[in-house]
């Protein structure tokens, strides 16, 4: 199913859970804006070249909105929009002033250069200069881009407005106003989240076996984090594959290994497994932190995880979170599980726009407490009205959004 009709699905099995006033269901169905754009830019080669850009902002009720940017051959508007409203219930559901938005570009960074990037970040943003800003719209790091990527962002803006702007993007470097604690945000919050799914279990850290789909910004500080706690990460994967060792793998050497250009495949004393075989290994905790529609109904009723912490945005349909409900597998939905990135953006804009900045120790706290607290309020939820974690976290998101636009109204 593509995935703005899976999210339209889920939203509409909310929404008739919902006793909301009338009109609301159609408002936040539909994205504000939505703006295409068309990149051309020089090659090395001196070829031009034109890419298609997207930003979508998919609500500003509640304050500016606020998504990362994708860079990836499969970006499209609807992927886009799609990702655009899971930010609103993320923003909403974490209880800060902003509303959701996402953007990318499509195209296949992996074989572009560093300055060919370069160009098409910059020109991105000068086509999209008018819709984001500080109070606007805050763009932020996703697949494929970097702290690099929102530094050429920030110099982009900062020089066609004549002034420099911390605030216009977030996940910045940290000498250009970023905040401690961003890269691994994302990360420390699933792991966080892990933690709670462990206490569920009746488990410690130590010794809990772990699955990670995704070996990247998401999926490597996560299994970093679990690793320094004793977990048995017995298995993770990259787009090429993956790979497991049932006593567990040696994640640092594994990100040694990783960070000088070695295949995870090259790794020694593991077993090579295919990403579908990852999905159903029998473990404690899975987490899916690649893309979308990876546990599908063709493979939900293999899946042998107790718990499913979902890094990724969107990575199980609604088909597969039914029959993983059937079969008691709970799953932390995404705009819980992967919202340390957004709440340390927060943190990170805060601080940008008070020319103050906070200590590493002071944002880890800061983020576990926000995280572990909306973890309660949505499995007391889930327990009181029995339903699953996604129905509750999407349904206070959403509630959230509703009571602000009522008490707003409807302009004019
Ligand atoms: P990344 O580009 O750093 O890593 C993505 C990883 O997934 C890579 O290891 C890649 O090889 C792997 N991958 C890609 N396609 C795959 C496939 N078909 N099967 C298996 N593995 C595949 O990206 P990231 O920032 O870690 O983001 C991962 C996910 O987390 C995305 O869904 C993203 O939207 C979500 N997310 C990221 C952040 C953040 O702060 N980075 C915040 C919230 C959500």
Not at 94 to 102: E, N, R
Not at 141 to 152: K, L, S
Not at 296 to 309: C, E, H, L, P, Q
Request: with cysteine; charged share 25%.
């Amino acid at each position: 199913m593509p995935f703005l009709k899976s999210v339209l699905k889920q939203y509409d099995l909310v929404i008739d859970k919902l006793e909301l006033p009338d009109g609301v269901r159609e408002r936040l169905r539909h994205p504000k804006r939505s703006l295409v754009v068309s990149i051309p830019i020089e090659m090395d080669s001196g070829a031009i070249k034109v890419y298609k850009g997207y930003r979508v902002q998919h609500d500003i009720t509640l304050g500016p909105s606020k998504g990362g940017i994708r860079y990836h051959p499969n970006v499209n508007l609807e992927e886009v929009t799609a990702l655009a409203m899971l930010m609103s219930w993320k923003c909403a559901l974490m209880q800060l002033p902003y509303g959701g938005a996402k953007g990318g570009v499509c195209c296949n960074p992996a074989v572009m250069t560093l300055k060919e990037k370069e160009r098409l970040t910059r020109r991105f943003t000068s086509e999209i200069i008018w819709a984001i800003g500080p109070e606007e719209d805050i763009p932020a790091p996703d697949m494929n881009t970097n702290m690099q990527t929102m530094a050429w962002m920030m110099d982009t803006y900062s020089m066609l407005k004549g002034h420099t702007s911390l605030g216009v993007v977030t996940g910045k470097p940290l000498v250009l106003g970023g905040s401690l604690g961003r890269e691994e945000g994302t990360g420390r919050g699933v792991f966080y989240m892990v933690g709670e799914a462990a206490k569920i279990m009746g488990k410690e850290l130590k010794g809990l076996t772990v699955a990670v789909q995704g070996f990247g910004n998401v999926g490597s500080t996560a299994a970093r984090l679990l690793f320094e706690q004793g977990s048995n990460v017995t298995a993770v994967s990259n787009s090429k594959g993956g790979i497991y060792n049932k006593n567990g793998i040696d994640i640092e050497s594994l990100i040694q290994h990783v960070s000088e250009n070695k295949a995870i495949a090259d790794f020694p004393n593991v077993e090579i497994i295919t990403n579908e075989e990852l999905l159903t290994i029998d473990c404690d905790v899975l987490i899916p932190a690649s893309i979308e529609g990876q546990i599908t109904r063709y493979n939900a009723d293999k899946v042998k995880a107790r718990m499913i912490v979902e890094g990724a945005n969107g990575p199980t349909t609604p088909e597969a979170d039914r029959i993983l409900c059937d079969r008691g597998v709970s799953v932390i939905p995404d705009i819980l599980a992967n919202s340390g990135g957004v709440v340390i953006s927060y943190f990170e804009w805060v601080q940008d726009l008070q020319f103050y900045f906070w200590k590493e120790n002071e944002i880890q706290q800061r983020l576990k407490a926000i995280m572990t607290d909306i973890f309660s309020s949505v499995l007391s939820m889930s327990q009181e009205k029995k339903i699953d974690m996604r129905m509750a976290a999407w349904i206070l998101g959403i509630s959230r959004i509703s009571e602000a636009q009522e008490l707003r109204g409807l302009y004019p």
